[in-house]
C-alpha cells in the first residue's frame, strides 16, 4: 500500500477475452491500473506478423493510455547489433568484432526455425554484465574476453542435425549431435532419423520411376520447397546405401531399447549414434 507500485506482467490474454464475460472484465481492468503501477500484457506471435494478435484488446490499451508495441526477437546478424544496443545502454564499451563473437556463442547465428530463442536475449544480456566486471576502469571488452569467459551455449537443431545426415555431411551431422543428444532421447532421434531414410527411399523409388521433382509435391503431398529438397538429398544416395541406413537404424533401435540382453548406457548410444553416422552416413 505504501510502497512504489507495482507491475502485473499477464501472458496469454487471448485466452482471457475469447468469451464476452471475460472480455468485459478485462477491457475494464485496464482502466482500474492506480497511478505508479502498471499493466503489461504479453502476447507471442509469429515473427512475420504486422499486427497484434488481438485488434479489440489492442485498441483498449491504447484507449486507457498504454502503449502497443513490437519487440521482435533479434535472429542472425541482428543479435550483434542488439546486444551493441544493450551494451550502449549500459555504458559497456565493445572492442571490434566482441558483439559478433558473444553472439555467436549464444547461438544468434543458427538459422533454423525449430532451435528455442526464448532465453538468447537474456542470456547474452547476463554474459554481457559479467564481461563488464572484468573492466571496471572503462577498458573495450575484447573478443579474447568473449572467448575466455562466455561459454558456447550453441542450440540444436533437429532439422539441421537430419539435413545434414539426408546430405550425407558426416562432420556437421556429428557436430550437430553433440548439441542435441543431452536434451533429445534417443527414441526421438531415431523417430526422426527413420522417418527421413524411409522418405529417401520413397523419393528416390518416385524418381527413378520418372516422376520429377515437381510431381512429388502431388503424388507425396508435399510443398514444393520440401520436394525439392528431398529430391536434392535423396540423388546423394544409391539405393543398396538407403537400405543399408536403414538396416542400420534398425541395430541402433535395438541397442538403445537393449533388446536381446544388450547393455544400454548414456555412452553407449552416443557411440552408437556416432558409429552409425560414420559407417552409414559418410560418403565412401
Known sequence: M????????????????????????????????????????????????????????????????????????????????????????????????????????????????DVERQQQGRTAVMQLEKLALRHTAGDPVTVDDVKALVPEAVPGSMWAFVDAVAMRQRNKALELLERLIEDQPAPVLLAVLHRRIRELIEVQDRLERGESPGSLVRSMRLVPFRAETLARQAKAWSGPELDAALEGLVELDAQVKGVGGRASTEARDRLAFDLWITDRVATG
Open 2 to 113: 505504501f510502497g512504489s507500485g507495482s507491475v502485473a506482467i499477464v501472458r496469454g490474454a487471448g485466452a482471457l477475452i475469447r468469451s464476452t464475460e471475460g472480455r468485459d472484465a478485462l477491457l475494464g481492468a485496464l482502466t482500474t491500473v492506480a497511478p505508479g503501477n502498471g499493466l503489461a500484457v504479453l502476447e507471442e506471435t509469429d515473427s512475420s506478423a504486422k499486427d497484434p494478435p488481438n485488434k479489440t484488446l489492442a485498441e483498449a490499451i491504447r484507449a486507457a493510455g498504454g502503449d502497443v508495441r513490437q519487440l521482435r526477437a533479434p535472429r542472425e546478424d541482428g543479435l550483434a547489433s542488439w546486444i551493441e544496443t544493450r551494451a550502449r545502454e549500459r555504458e559497456i564499451r565493445l572492442g571490434p568484432g566482441a558483439a559478433r563473437e558473444l553472439a555467436s556463442r549464444v547461438g544468434g547465428f543458427v538459422r533454423e526455425g
